[in-house]
């Protein structure tokens, strides 16, 4: 995202590249690159044979023994890792010592020279005039010149110890847990500290190892004077996880998610309660934010693994860092709703757009908030990469504010963040800790490893951390303030550092993290080095990598490719045996016997309609509506219709044109009700019951409702009424003036009202059986009219509800026209008259006549 004030700009993959260090540093430990493992080793694990410095690989594992042990720390060893609660691996700080000369060894080639002549440090000759130095071997580095070198990058012979590296398909999870008590907003006031800016980073020793952070800034030194093409391809060629790229969603990040969601057991798109049951109900949406986000990788991945269930809110900046909706294709957009803010201009900084987003977020949830929020924000640091931290610490903060806002209670959050070695950062660190019931910083292996990128996964938001939330509000706000009033000042210090150092739990939990994940940067940092240095070098675990880890994560081993499906083939990947639907047409209601058509009024339920005709619609993906042409048996692209729909989605229903507002203020808009539905982004619905499958359909409209009530074309379900409370919809008839002034009939309800056409009749038993309630009991039970038997609902195999083809075959239509009698017309020969139809409703006996 990029800040108009700031130069921030939003990256949700913003380590496709290394940046270079603007810091000057004479000592470089890349300078000498690890080499394959010599059979001459010391006591500290490491030798000099032939110039080179080489580290035993045993040596080096003992030393990660220790690091792994420390990280899953028990109970008897707390006060030791208090005292040093890291042990830094200083094989990686003998990288600096300067490499030896070569010695030339004992050997027979030598004692023949001396004979013909060769004295040491004299050339060959009769006057000693040879050369006295080797011919070296070409230095060239791609299209550097032969006369360019680069001393961080040679010797040029150098190479690649792998056993320093340590590459897994599950990466580990270490949780801090807090069950401390809440804190309180007059407390927390007290700890913001105001100062000069302070961007030394270097001094910023207090949660990491000092000789740690000075091999951290001073490693991109190396990469200075490549060209970004040398770079990229040493990257390129040395990260195992490189070929995962994108896998089949728009960009990198989407796949980040996928891992991350993956290694959490699925807490984002299945979250669930400390008790272990699910926190979406069967007939929910799952709710989520993506904040900060364009282009929207990580909202691509949540609506591909959750489909229409989920309904999702984005935020971030307009322009070049919007949300590219179109390029969804693993994931259909319809049921994600972008959001800019009172400003809309994304900006997250600006506390009315923070508050104008949580209104909308509760307004669209009942209320309750987000089941999770991802933040994604990135900027752009040209020239001040290694202090990358200091400048993100207003957009740290922001997505935390953001997140305690809109997050439900026992909800969860993930967030991208760079380097944590500031008191700033700590004490973000340290409040989300106390906001939420435990916390984990994790670098999953689809983020590169030579980047200081890392996430914080916060699970099972407390409900007392309103005071924390209130606190980062102030904060932010007192922020924007200095920018404006002393721009050379700043927040430096948000909780005390006696605070920090004094949680044990928490202080020793962030050094370990911090020096863990800082150490995995020297040693990719260094591999990336020698990777530039020869370019023979291969790293060949990049296909089993790619292989494992998608299984791992389950997202399909695929190209990227959207889906272009036409009408026909997407209706075989919905309808198998019920293809003959379409070309059901409804049967025409008139004057007749009706007692040999509504057997059981407990069979049928009604819908009043607002237009004479109804058609069948199919959705290929956002606003891709086909109609079926029962003429000509085929789809046709409607265009009138700008509603969005999820491809595979077929329902049944009518365009009505909605009214809001009368007389001169009287508005007109175009709106897509539902009757009934056959499949729902490819879940074939078409076998529930017909109220399961309206309350299905209830949901996904549900879903793709905008909040901001902007739509110009909403979907609706049709409000069903039975059969017996028909009366109630000719009672809600209503009268409406035109604009014209002309009187209108119309039905209302709370968002809008329409004219009706007609009423369809859908008979939601199957045939055979009928549906009557008993007198003495007044529960349901059915008949067989073929044996005469009646049966309770649980005794009857396979069930006494009709699916879409059952009920399209029986389907009537009672169309409103004159001498109907809903506004006291006089019956009209061939037309059903109201009156006659309540008479009969009135008159039906609720049990069957004995023969």
Same mark, same amino acid.
């Given at each position: ?8 700009s939003d990256s949700s993959d913003d380590d496709d590249f290394i940046e270079p260090n603007t810091l000057e540093d004479q000592d470089n430990p890349f300078q000498i690159a690890h080499t394959a493992s010599s059979n001459n080793e010391d006591s500290s694990g490491s030798d000099e044979r032939d110039g080179l410095l080489t580290i035993n690989p045993d040596s080096y594992r003992d030393d990660q023994t220790a690091r792994k ?21 200083? @094989?990686? +700080?003998?990288? &600096? ?26 050339? =060959? ?30 010797? &040029? ?37 105001? !100062? ?57 990040? &989407? ?91 994304? #900006? ?42 200091? =400048? ?55 983020? @590169? ?12 938001? @407390? ?37 920090? /150092? !004094?949680?044990?739990?928490?202080? +020793? ?14 040693? #990719? *940092? ?18 089993? /990598? @790619? ?36 070309t059901l047409k409804p049967n025409k209601l008139v004057p007749c016997d009706l007692s040999k058509i509504f057997k059981s009024v407990y069979d049928w339920q009604t819908v009043t309609l607002g237009s004479p005709e109804l058609n069948f619609y199919l959705g290929l993906g956002r606003n891709k509506v086909y109609r079926w042409n029962s003429k000509n048996c085929s789809w046709t692209r409607d265009s009138t219709i700008t509603?969005?729909? #999820?491809?595979?989605? *077929? ?20 709106? *897509? ?5 056959? &499949? ?7 076998? =529930? ?80 059986? =009928? ?47 004159? !001498? ?5 017309? +006089? ?25």
């Open positions: 995202m990029s800040f108009p004030s700031s130069n921030l042990r420390l990280l899953s720390v028990s109970s008897s060893e707390e006060e030791i890792v208090a005292k040093k609660p890291y042990v830094y691996n200083e @094989r990686i +700080n003998e990288l &600096a010592a300067p490499n030896n000369l070569p010695v030339l060894s004992d050997n027979k080639g030598r004692s023949l020279m001396e004979k013909m002549g060769y004295r040491p440090g004299q050339g =060959l000759g009769k006057h000693a005039q040879g050369r006295v130095d080797p011919v070296e071997a070409s230095r060239q580095r791609g299209r550097r010149g032969l006369g360019l070198t680069i001393p961080e990058l040679d010797p &040029a012979d150098l190479h690649w110890d792998s056993s320093m590296e340590v590459v897994e398909v599950v990466e580990p999870v270490e949780w801090l847990n807090c069950t401390q008590q809440p804190l309180e907003l007059n407390r927390v006031r007290s700890w913001m500290e105001e !100062g000069r800016k302070d961007h030394n980073i270097e001094k910023m020793t207090d949660f990491c190892d000092a000789k740690l952070l000075s091999n951290i800034l001073k490693g991109k030194n190396v990469f200075d004077h490549l060209s970004a093409e040398e770079l990229f391809k040493s990257r390129s060629r040395s990260n195992p996880f490189e070929t995962l790229k994108s896998g089949i969603f728009l960009n990198r990040a &989407a796949l980040k998610m996928a891992n991350i969601d993956a290694v959490f057991d699925r807490m984002f798109t299945d979250p669930k309660f400390e008790d272990g049951s699910p926190m979406v109900g069967k007939d929910d949406l799952l709710y989520f934010a993506d904040v900060c986000a364009g282009p929207g990788g990580f909202s691509e991945y949540v609506l591909w693994r959750r489909g229409w269930c989920s309904k999702g809110f984005g935020f971030t900046l307009k322009g070049d860092c919007d949300f590219k909706l179109h390029d969804f294709f693993a994931g259909s957009p319809e049921t994600f709703e972008p959001y800019y803010g009172v400003k809309e201009d994304g #900006n997250v900084f600006d506390p009315e757009n923070i508050r104008s987003l949580t209104k909308l977020v509760l307004k669209g949830t009942d209320g309750l908030g987000v089941h999770f929020m991802m933040a994604d924000g990135g900027f752009s640091v040209d020239g001040q990469e290694n202090i990358q931290e200091i =400048l993100s610490k207003q957009l740290y903060l922001c997505q935390f504010l953001v997140a305690l806002n809109i997050v439900r209670n026992e909800g969860h959050f993930v967030c991208k963040l760079f380097d944590l070695f500031s008191p700033f950062s700590a004490g973000l660190i340290y409040l989300m800790q106390r906001a939420f019931k435990s916390i984990s910083i994790f670098k999953p292996n689809t983020s @590169r490893p030579a980047n200081s990128e890392r996430y914080i996964i916060c699970k099972h938001k @407390r409900s007392d951390s309103g005071p924390i939330r209130d606190y980062m509000f102030e904060i932010n706000k007192r922020i924007h303030e200095l920018k404006l009033e002393d721009p050379d000042s700043d927040v430096n210090s948000i909780v005390p550092m006696n605070v920090l /150092m !004094g949680d044990e739990q928490f202080y +020793n939990y962030l050094v370990r993290s911090n020096n863990s994940l800082g150490e995995r940067q020297v040693v #990719n *940092l260094i591999k990336i080095s020698a990777f530039c240095r020869d370019h023979q070098l291969r790293e060949d675990r990049q296909s089993d /990598m @790619r292989r494992l880890c998608l299984k791992s994560w389950d997202v399909p081993d695929r190209p990227r490719a959207s889906d272009r499906s036409p009408p026909e083939e997407v209706m075989r990947r919905i309808l198998t045996h019920e293809r003959e639907v379409l509603a969005e729909l #999820n491809p595979g989605t *077929l329902i049944y229903g009518e365009v009505v044109k909605e009214l809001k507002g009368e007389g001169v203020a009287l508005t007109r808009m175009n709106a *897509l009700h539902i009757v009934d539905g056959i &499949a729902i982004g490819y879940e074939n619905i078409s076998n =529930l019951d017909y109220s399961e499958r309206m309350k299905k359909l209830q949901l996904y409209c549900r879903a793709l409702e905008r909040v901001q009530g902007d739509s110009q074309f909403p979907v609706r379900t049709k409000p069903v009424t039975e059969f017996l409370a028909l009366n109630d919809v000719f009672k809600s008839l209503t009268v409406r003036c035109s604009k014209q002034m002309q009187p209108t009939l119309v039905i209302e309800n709370e968002q809008y009202s329409f004219q009706p056409k007609g009423i369809a009749f859908i008979n939601t038993t199957k045939e055979p059986w =009928l549906t009557y309630i008993s007198k003495s009991t007044g529960h349901k039970y059915f008949m067989n009219t073929k044996t005469g038997k009646s049966e309770y609902p649980n005794r009857i195999p396979g069930g006494t509800s009709a699916g879409v083809k059952e009920c399209m075959e029986r389907f009537l239509h009672w169309q409103f026209e004159e !001498g109907i009698g809903l506004q006291h017309e +006089n019956p009209v020969e061939g037309v059903l008259h109201k009156d006659a139809l309540l008479e009969f409703i009135f008159k039906v006996p609720a049990t069957p006549t004995p023969k």
